[in-house]
């Protein structure tokens, strides 16, 4: 399998999110929980996972990432 990802946040607890593209072009967010609290994997569809809440650092970061690029154009 190959696929892009890009670390999008990093809590102190060990928890990571990625920006991860699919094979197939979809845009996704990767979960990835810390190892006490069981380290499952988790994929949202970008959309979803701005929808949940509750909102966090790593919502922050992927709206910052977001408005990136609006500014590069």
């Given at each position: 399998m190959s696929e892009k990802a890009r670390l999008l946040y990093a809590s102190?607890?060990?928890d990571r999110w990625f920006l991860?593209?699919?094979e197939?072009?979809?845009a996704l967010i990767r979960h990835c929980a810390?190892?006490?609290s069981g380290g499952k994997v988790e994929e949202l569809d970008v959309g979803e996972f701005l929808i949940r809440g509750?909102?966090?650092p790593e919502h922050q970061e992927l709206?910052?990432?977001i408005g990136t690029l609006a500014?590069?154009?």
């Open positions: 102190t607890n060990g991860v593209r699919s197939a072009g979809r810390n190892q006490p509750p909102r966090g709206l910052r990432l500014e590069n154009r």
